[in-house]
């Protein structure tokens, strides 16, 4: 192959730049001064040397403008390379090109300084709340070796970070971390002692490299703490509801117990024994349905996924209404994956609550579903008063009917729950009457 000519570097190719700009004026008058009359050979030498000597300095002076400023910009950009963001390009101004170059640098090596110690500073707040957090964190690389592990998690493997650091998430125990659903459950037993674990995995970027954040809670400290605090207020709840109906029972009892034991009995003993005795009746059968629709919340089975047609299931439920004509608004074609009788009975629980309530301001119900990028929505909405309380909306037992138990709408959101979806109740906005919103996964 033909060799390539080298190329001239800057400096050079600026010299004889120079040179040969000024040649065409040296050559004339080195031509004048020898080949002119009248000039002895001490004053052309003279002469000579001087021409040639300003002719050179001119030229390696016209270089070193030139390259100078060159030389420095690129020791100013090496330096912002090498992350020293503190040298600054001394004379620096805006009034020619050259010092808008040189301003341009300065202001880049200070932005990039203060961005430097901006990140400095939050990483050092991250790593301050990456150790003071009680949850275990880890970030594994792409050939699954552990990079990171906070106090936490040093604590849960019960090993410091000099000994597990650069060793393969298997080695270490948290081999199944790295595979499977990205969020659940685990049952491993650690250093730290056993437990239910609350799991996360996520991927991030670094270094265009993949790389696996793990996050590890400790969910059984939290999972005893709602666990009392859920038995205490079940514990209220029935609490209040028995002494409700024990205590007339009790008086009542009383009471008839009395009216046996005068002597001599009031003509209308009877009457009052009768009627003293339908009362506990029907307090203990309040009493009865009370604890059935308990039982009933309690022993809510596992729904059996199947596939499932969102209008033919809309158009069965709103044929089961006949109290009030439910306006079908429609949606498009949608397909979910559920328990069809279990949707159902939520579906029939929100209609009824929607006609019980526009049947007071005689107003009307309507229901539509749409498809979102993760959910289906079926909207029961109604022109009813609204809810006046929404904050014990679902809690159980609480109820303003009067022959209401509490429990249909816990239900119906606990099925909402158990499908990976959401049940939702707000009033609407610029009218009266109430949203219920069910959310169920694509």
């Given at each position: 192959m033909p060799n390539r000519k080298k190329k001239l570097a800057h400096e050079r190719a600026v010299f004889i730049q120079v040179l040969l700009g000024g040649a065409p004026a040296v050559i004339t008058s080195l031509c004048i001064l020898w080949f002119g009359d009248g000039w002895d050979p001490k004053h052309q030498w003279t002469l000579t040397l001087v021409i040639v000597g300003c002719w050179l300095g001119f030229a390696l002076a016209v270089q070193n403008r030139v390259v100078r400023p060159l030389q420095t910009m690129a020791n100013l950009l090496s330096a912002l390379r090498e992350g020293d963001f503190s040298v600054r390009a001394r004379g620096a101004r805006r009034d020619e090109p050259l010092g808008d170059v040189m301003s341009e640098i300065n202001m880049?090596?200070?932005?990039?300084?203060?961005?430097?110690?901006?990140?400095?500073?939050?990483?050092?707040?991250?790593?301050?709340?990456?150790?003071?957090?009680?949850?275990?964190?880890?970030?594994?690389?792409?050939?699954?070796?552990?990079?990171?592990?906070?106090?936490?998690?040093?604590?849960?493997?019960?090993?410091?970070?000099?000994?597990?650091?650069?060793?393969?998430?298997?080695?270490?125990?948290?081999?199944?971390?790295?595979?499977?659903?990205?969020?659940?459950?685990?049952?491993?037993?650690?250093?730290?002692?056993?437990?239910?674990?609350?799991?996360?995995?996520?991927?991030?970027?670094?270094?265009?490299?993949?790389?696996?954040?793990?996050?590890?809670?400790?969910?059984?400290?939290?999972?005893?703490?709602?666990?009392?605090?859920?038995?205490?207020?079940?514990?209220?709840?029935?609490?209040?509801?028995?002494?409700?109906?024990?205590?007339?029972?009790?008086?009542?009892?009383?009471?008839?117990?009395?009216?046996?034991?005068?002597?001599?009995?009031?003509?209308?003993?009877?009457?009052?024994?009768?009627?003293?005795?339908?009362?506990?009746?029907?307090?203990?059968?309040?009493?009865?349905?009370?604890?059935?629709?308990?039982?009933?919340?309690?022993?809510?089975?596992?729904?059996t996924l199947a596939h499932c047609e969102v209008p033919a299931l809309v158009q069965r439920v709103t044929a089961l209404e006949a109290r009030l004509p439910v306006t079908v608004l429609g949606g498009p074609p949608l397909e979910v994956s559920c328990d069809a009788a279990q949707i159902e009975q939520v579906l029939i629980n929100l209609l009824k609550n929607a006609v019980e309530a526009a049947q007071e301001t005689d107003g009307g119900v309507r229901i539509a579903w749409k498809r979102t990028a993760t959910h289906a929505e079926i909207s029961v909405e109604d022109d009813g008063p609204g809810l006046a309380n929404t904050a014990n909306l679902f809690v159980p037992f609480f109820t303003t009917k009067s022959e209401g138990s509490g429990i249909g709408l816990v239900l119906c959101r606990q099925i909402a729950e158990n499908h990976r979806g959401s049940l939702t109740l707000t009033n609407r906005e610029g009218a009266s009457g109430c949203v219920a919103l069910l959310k169920l996964p694509v």
């Open positions: 880049l090596s200070r932005t990039l300084q203060e961005q430097r110690l901006s990140a400095l500073e939050a990483t050092a707040l991250l790593r301050t709340v990456m150790e003071e957090i009680e949850v275990a964190i880890f970030a594994f690389d792409s050939d699954g070796r552990l990079r990171l592990a906070n106090h936490a998690g040093q604590l849960l493997l019960g090993k410091p970070a000099e000994r597990i650091l650069g060793r393969e998430a298997a080695e270490i125990g948290l081999g199944e971390c790295l595979t499977g659903e990205p969020a659940r459950l685990l049952t491993t037993t650690f250093a730290s002692g056993g437990g239910r674990w609350g799991m996360r995995r996520s991927l991030f970027r670094e270094g265009g490299r993949p790389h696996h954040l793990i996050v590890i809670g400790d969910l059984s400290r939290t999972l005893r703490e709602e666990e009392t605090r859920a038995w205490q207020r079940l514990v209220r709840v029935l609490g209040h509801e028995l002494n409700n109906s024990l205590a007339p029972i009790k008086s009542l009892a009383g009471s008839l117990a009395s009216l046996l034991r005068r002597a001599p009995r009031p003509s209308d003993w009877e009457d009052d024994m009768r009627s003293g005795l339908d009362i506990i009746e029907n307090r203990a059968d309040g009493l009865s349905r009370f604890m059935q629709a308990y039982a009933r919340l309690a022993r809510l089975p596992v729904p």
